[in-house]
């Protein structure tokens, strides 16, 4: 099965503690997002790359850090300075950064920091 | 402020019936518009784009640059449509931004 994975499915992780997100894509794409969901906020995004070796933050950057150091990976981490970590964490890759390109999702991690 | 606004959180039909999801955006310029659903344990999915101007499982959605809105309608609602639907904007920055979603729910 092809296209965008994210590991692990769900990720426990102790106040205080950075986490690493994975998302890797097979897709080709040269434009990656990180975005968090939560109920009743939808989705909003905190990182995003349209390039090799760069990326910008988005409207939730604050706590959160990215390396695009490859082009099918772009993993999320979440630092202990995020204040609210728990969530549904969801990547997505599209062809180009352009806009008529459809972003593909992944399955995300959902993030529980007790 | 770049902006995409969706009212309603949840949206009950019965089946058969017709569905309108309502999405408002704010935008100088001219706007590119998306509609995303994601049913139960699916991933996230493009539906509709507004520039393809296509019907997707039944569903249409009109810009209209006066009333500032992308709605999406059905003229008659199915249960498998039963699902989390978001409208996203094409930002200036290279990006999506989404609304916070209406909850589709189809009753037999």
């Known amino acids: 099965d092809g296209g965008i994975t994210q590991s692990p499915k769900y990720l426990f992780r102790k106040e205080g503690q950075n986490v690493t997100l994975s998302c890797e894509q097979n897709?080709?794409?040269?434009?990656m997002y990180w975005y968090r969901q939560d109920p009743g906020q939808g989705l909003r995004l905190i990182y995003y790359?349209?390039?090799?070796?760069?990326?910008q933050k988005g409207d939730i950057a604050e706590g959160y850090s990215v390396s695009r150091e490859k082009k099918e990976s772009f993993p999320l981490t979440v630092t202990s300075a995020q204040k609210n970590p728990t969530a549904f964490y969801l990547c997505?890759?599209?062809?180009?950064?352009?806009?008529?390109?459809?972003?593909?999702f992944g399955p995300g991690t959902r993030l529980t920091v007790t | 402020a770049q902006r995409v606004t969706q009212p309603e959180k949840l949206l009950s039909v019965f089946k058969g019936a017709p569905v309108e999801l309502k999405c408002n955006y704010s935008?100088?310029?001219?706007?590119?518009l998306f509609w995303y659903v994601q049913y139960s344990r699916q991933r996230l999915q493009l539906l509709l784009r507004?520039?393809s101007r296509e019907s997707i499982k039944g569903f249409t959605a009109d810009l209209n640059k006066g009333e500032t809105s992308f709605h999406l309608k059905k003229p008659f609602a199915q249960e498998e449509d039963s699902a989390m639907y978001y409208c996203?904007?094409?930002?200036?920055?290279?990006?999506?931004?989404f609304g916070k979603g209406t909850k589709l729910s189809v009753k037999p």
């Open positions: 790359s349209q390039i090799v070796n760069d990326f």
């Open positions: 997505a890759s599209s062809t180009s950064s352009g806009s008529s390109y459809e972003q593909y």
């Open positions: 897709l080709n794409h040269d434009a």
């Open positions: 507004h520039i």
């Open positions: 996203a904007l094409w930002r200036s920055q290279g990006n999506l931004i």
């Open positions: 935008y100088s310029g001219s706007p590119e």
